[in-house]
């Protein structure tokens, strides 16, 4: 018990007829550069809500609450936040504005690096939204591992070995996630309006949406986020300086595409480099290993000094029936899951093993609901339904564990919960959503659309504490306060930053 759970969310502002908000990232709410819990991601509209670490759930669900009463409070009232992960009201690759983050050199990288990304796979790509579950095993657990293992590597080198284990596992039966919590089966038509080529590969549910009729995250499909460059991507999860030294090549092997667009045109930055990965987030993966970087440190370089730190799952639709995105029985059914996967056997992957894996994501994204669908575990082909099933069952004797001194035993229930939920397609997110449109024949946009207003009147009613306002109007203050102190300090050119943040070992 006690391992700590973050939380980050990503949510877009729309103005109330849908469209994506073409306004700044709000004042009032700090700068996004330097502010702890409130920033943005790809887009100026594409707000992050990030929650400090905490060993109860029900603290970090609780952060992240209040961070949404405080924007909600500061924001433009003509705005709110989309509660579904495919974004709707997207008007063009250009309707999706670049987040800025000021006039520092690590400000502009960010800013040329969001660039990069626009040139390779385009803007309303990033517009996506998510959530992303911060796990870090608890620390007084892991001498016990390490004893009971009997292994001959020091601590810090075992623990990174046992998160490496973890993510093998979860790169195995995390289509289960997809399969439980996914809430994106349907996509506007506006958003391959940049890629209308792509319109032919969905079934049309009415003039305005696109949908698979078995589908449970198209936001962790393929629907052209991951470029061929990416696809033939191998990274290697076996061991930390196998992982570093896979994702470092990437990042300074060239790639002809990307040699095209150029890096410094006319004295403009388009990418941040023209190789494979410009920087390791680029690297679309569902699960990272963490160690928490310095100040302008590479996360490859902090993970190879100090081992892994945590690990952050990033395979989480927004739950559109949820005010703020996820909600307590699925993130406790999530910190069950990861435990066990750290607590079971995991051989290194060998031979087509991530092909294997990802074919199954895939399968599971696009339909994932169909009855007798089978699955690929270790070449053979499983029902989903039995698979998932047993993968549930074995997390019951952990869940015991975690409910010790709770007498409404939440873990146990959840674990109830989602058998039912293997039983029957049905009372999946993404089942709900499509029934939910086809009762109110309302296109997925209306039905997202509809269920962010009744969010905006639910925050509306929850006015924050005046001492918790005061504290992040503090942080707000603070936020800009450290942006100019930053901004203050650069002393070498953008392009010696860049030179260095590359050269470091």
Same mark, same amino acid.
């Given at each position: 018990?006690?391992?700590?759970?973050?939380?980050?969310?990503?949510?877009?502002?729309?103005?109330?007829?849908?469209?994506?908000?073409?306004?700044?990232?709000?004042?009032?709410?700090?700068? $996004?550069?330097?502010?702890?819990?409130?920033?943005?991601?790809?887009?100026?509209?594409?707000?992050?809500?990030?929650?400090?670490?905490? /060993?109860?759930?029900?603290?970090?669900?609780?952060?992240?609450?209040?961070?949404?009463?405080?924007?909600?409070?500061?924001?433009?009232?003509?705005?709110?936040?989309?509660? $579904?992960?495919?974004?709707?009201?997207?008007?063009?690759?250009?309707?999706?504005?670049? $987040?800025?983050?000021?006039? /520092?050199?690590?400000?502009?990288?960010?800013?040329?690096?969001?660039?990069?990304?626009?040139?390779?796979?385009?803007?309303?790509?990033?517009?996506?939204?998510?959530?992303?579950?911060?796990?870090?095993?608890?620390?007084?657990?892991?001498?016990?591992?390490?004893?009971?293992?009997?292994?001959?590597?020091?601590?810090?080198?075992?623990? /990174?070995?046992?998160?490496?284990?973890?993510?093998?596992?979860?790169?195995?039966?995390?289509?289960?996630?997809?399969?439980?919590?996914?809430?994106?089966?349907?996509?506007?038509?506006?958003?391959?309006?940049?890629?209308?080529?792509?319109?032919?590969?969905?079934?049309?549910?009415?003039?305005?949406?696109?949908?698979?009729?078995?589908?449970?995250?198209?936001?962790?499909?393929?629907?052209?986020? &991951?470029?061929?460059?990416?696809?033939?991507?191998?990274?290697?999860?076996?061991?930390?300086?196998?992982?570093?030294?896979?994702?470092?090549?990437?990042?300074?092997?060239?790639?002809?595409?990307?040699?095209?667009?150029?890096?410094?045109?006319?004295?403009?930055?388009?990418?941040?480099?023209?190789?494979?990965?410009?920087?390791?987030?680029?690297?679309?993966?569902?699960?990272?290993?963490?160690?928490?970087?310095?100040?302008?440190?590479?996360?490859?370089?902090?993970?190879?000094?100090?081992?892994?730190?945590?690990?952050?799952?990033?395979?989480?639709?927004?739950?559109?029936?949820?005010?703020?995105?996820?909600?307590?029985?699925?993130?406790?059914?999530?910190?069950?899951?990861?435990?066990?996967?750290?607590?079971?056997?995991?051989?290194?992957?060998?031979?087509?093993?991530?092909?294997?894996?990802?074919?199954?994501?895939?399968?599971?994204?696009?339909?994932?609901?169909?009855?007798?669908?089978?699955?690929?575990?270790?070449?053979?082909?499983?029902?989903?339904?039995?698979?998932?099933?047993?993968?549930?069952?074995?997390?019951?004797?952990?869940?015991?564990?975690?409910?010790?001194?709770?007498?409404?035993?939440?873990?146990?229930?959840?674990?109830?919960?989602?058998?039912?939920?293997?039983?029957?397609?049905?009372?999946?997110?993404?089942?709900?959503?499509?029934?939910?449109?086809?009762?109110?024949?309302?296109?997925?946009?209306?039905?997202?659309?509809?269920?962010?207003?009744?969010? &905006?009147?639910?925050? $509306?009613?929850?006015?924050?504490?005046?001492?918790?306002?005061?504290?992040?109007?503090?942080?707000?203050?603070? /936020?800009?306060?450290?942006?100019?102190?930053?901004?203050?300090?650069?002393?070498?050119?953008?392009?010696?930053?860049?030179?260095?943040?590359?050269?470091?070992?």
């Amino acid at each position: 018990m006690g391992g700590l759970k973050g939380i980050e969310k990503e949510s877009l502002r729309i103005c109330k007829e849908g469209c994506v908000s073409q306004t700044a990232h709000p004042k009032a709410l700090g700068a $996004a550069l330097t502010h702890p819990h409130i920033t943005t991601d790809y887009s100026e509209a594409l707000l992050e809500f990030i929650t400090p670490p905490f /060993s109860d759930i029900t603290q970090a669900l609780d952060f992240m609450h209040i961070i949404h009463q405080y924007v909600y409070s500061h924001i433009d009232e003509e705005e709110m936040l989309l509660s $579904a992960s495919m974004p709707c009201g997207v008007d063009g690759d250009k309707s999706v504005p670049i $987040a800025n983050y000021g006039s /520092s050199n690590i400000g502009k990288m960010k800013h040329v690096y969001r660039h990069g990304l626009w040139h390779r796979y385009g803007r309303t790509m990033q517009a996506i939204a998510g959530v992303h579950f911060n796990y870090s095993v608890p620390i007084d657990l892991w001498p016990v591992l390490h004893q009971q293992s009997q292994s001959n590597l020091e601590l810090k080198d075992f623990i /990174s070995e046992s998160y490496f284990g973890l993510i093998r596992n979860f790169q195995r039966q995390g289509w289960i996630i997809l399969y439980l919590f996914g809430a994106s089966p349907a996509i506007c038509k506006s958003f391959f309006k940049s890629r209308p080529h792509l319109i032919a590969e969905f079934d049309e549910f009415d003039q305005y949406t696109l949908y698979h009729p078995y589908a449970t995250s198209l936001r962790m499909s393929d629907i052209g986020y &991951k470029s061929k460059n990416q696809a033939n991507l191998t990274i290697d999860y076996n061991s930390l300086t196998g992982y570093v030294d896979s994702l470092g090549k990437a990042i300074e092997t060239p790639y002809p595409d990307y040699k095209k667009i150029g890096v410094k045109v006319d004295g403009q930055y388009k990418q941040l480099n023209a190789n494979i990965l410009q920087i390791e987030n680029e690297f679309y993966s569902t699960m990272r290993p963490k160690q928490i970087a310095k100040s302008g440190e590479k996360p490859t370089l902090a993970l190879k000094n100090r081992g892994v730190e945590y690990i952050e799952m990033r395979s989480l639709d927004l739950d559109l029936f949820n005010p703020i995105g996820i909600g307590e029985d699925s993130a406790r059914f999530i910190e069950a899951f990861l435990l066990n996967c750290l607590l079971q056997d995991s051989p290194l992957h060998k031979g087509n093993e991530d092909y294997i894996n990802n074919i199954n994501q895939l399968d599971v994204a696009h339909r994932g609901r169909k009855p007798g669908l089978k699955l690929n575990r270790n070449g053979q082909q499983v029902m989903l339904k039995d698979w998932a099933t047993e993968i549930i069952k074995s997390i019951e004797p952990l869940c015991e564990i975690l409910d010790a001194g709770k007498p409404d035993k939440p873990y146990s229930k959840v674990v109830k919960q989602q058998l039912a939920v293997v039983q029957d397609p049905e009372l999946t997110p993404s089942a709900k959503i499509l029934k939910g449109m086809r009762e109110n024949q309302q296109p997925f946009g209306d039905f997202g659309l509809n269920t962010s207003k009744c969010y &905006k009147q639910y925050f $509306a009613q929850h006015k924050l504490d005046e001492s918790v306002v005061q504290k992040f109007d503090e942080m707000t203050v603070n /936020s800009y306060k450290k942006q100019q102190e930053i901004e203050a300090n650069d002393s070498i050119s953008f392009d010696q930053f860049l030179s260095n943040y590359f050269f470091q070992h």
